[in-house]
């Protein structure tokens, strides 16, 4: 199976350095942009769309719905970008991220997921894809920067350290 990991396009939060999270920000004018221009050049077959079910992941699945009008679509929580708690909606160089992404099992930052947390609860998408899903050739995975990492670690594509995916980009993968 191919799993085509979009990550949403710009908004406001990425351009001013604000950590998102579960924050429901929207795409900017430039962030309808980048995602209209993706869909358009992306020319793959797709079996299977799923949606991280905040606001600026379903926007960026508006052109996608278009073009692939008969595929069937899915919002699933599960693909959420991580909740980084009293963080959120905050300048980035506010928190201490060396020793936030250090920790496994506790959260430096209050109402924040802790790495477990999150890889389980993707974790539990990836293990449902395959499950349910595993007779498709191709997903396409609408979904945020921290997650498209997760799921690159949980597959064993990625060992080391963090690599932020471009606003708007596709990163294909085989599973």
Not at 39 to 57: G, H, M, Q, W, Y
Not at 91 to 110: G, H, L
Not at 158 to 174: L, V, W
Request: proline share 3%.
């Amino acid at each position: 199976m191919i799993l085509y990991l979009f990550r949403h396009g710009e908004t406001n939060h990425n351009k001013q350095g604000l950590v998102q999270g579960w924050y429901d920000s929207e795409l900017n004018t430039l962030g309808y942009k980048q995602v209209a221009d993706t869909a358009l050049e992306f020319n793959k077959p797709v079996d299977l769309i799923f949606c991280s079910d905040l606001k600026r992941t379903q926007q960026s699945s508006i052109p996608f719905k278009q073009k692939f009008s008969d595929t069937p679509y899915f919002l699933d929580w599960r693909i959420r970008e991580r909740n980084y708690g009293e963080a959120q909606n905050k300048p980035k160089e506010q928190t201490d991220w060396e020793v936030f992404f250090a920790t496994q099992k506790n959260s430096t930052i209050p109402g924040a997921e802790t790495s477990d947390e999150f890889e389980y609860r993707v974790g539990s998408f990836v293990s449902d894809l395959r499950s349910y899903y595993g007779d498709i050739q191709s997903a396409l995975i609408i979904t945020h920067g921290g997650t498209n990492h997760t799921f690159r670690q949980l597959l064993g594509i990625e060992t080391g350290g963090y690599t932020r995916p471009q606003n708007a980009s596709i990163t294909e993968i085989e599973i």
